[in-house]
């Protein structure tokens, strides 16, 4: 079992920035991908930036240039940077962590979540 907790959001203006945190717990078996998705009121839960272990990132169209995601592999830790907010970005954002076991399979660990919300 992997707790994941994340931190940091809140309330920006559009065109401010905020940085979101995630921490993963300690696991007998490696977490190879982390990622943060959101889901706004009446949408589904996309991906919003993703990272591997080895630093590989995928980004969502919409945020592409404005977010960087980055990792601190030691710590099970990863950040969310978000810059030129928009209003479109406010929604729940939810850390993920996907653990893979000795025998190459995948599980996924969620956060509780965290609200951003952007004002016009």
């Known amino acids: 079992q992997v707790r994941v907790v994340e931190s940091g959001g809140g309330l920006v203006q559009a065109g401010g920035s905020l940085r979101l945190s995630c921490a993963a717990s300690?696991?007998?078996?490696?977490?190879?991908?982390m990622g943060w998705y959101r889901q706004a009121p009446g949408k589904q839960r996309e991906l919003v930036a993703a990272?591997?272990?080895?630093?590989?990132?995928d980004y969502a169209d919409s945020v592409k240039g404005r977010f960087t995601i980055s990792r601190d592999n030691a710590n099970n830790t990863v950040y969310l940077q978000m810059n030129s907010v928009k209003p479109e970005d406010t929604a729940v954002y939810y850390c993920?962590?996907?653990?893979?076991?000795?025998?190459?399979?995948?599980?996924?660990?969620w956060g509780q979540g965290t609200q951003v919300t952007v004002s016009s």
């Open positions: 993920n962590a996907r653990v893979e076991n000795y025998y190459s399979a995948y599980y996924d660990y």
């Open positions: 300690e696991s007998i078996f490696s977490i190879v991908n």
């Open positions: 990272i591997t272990s080895g630093g590989s990132t």
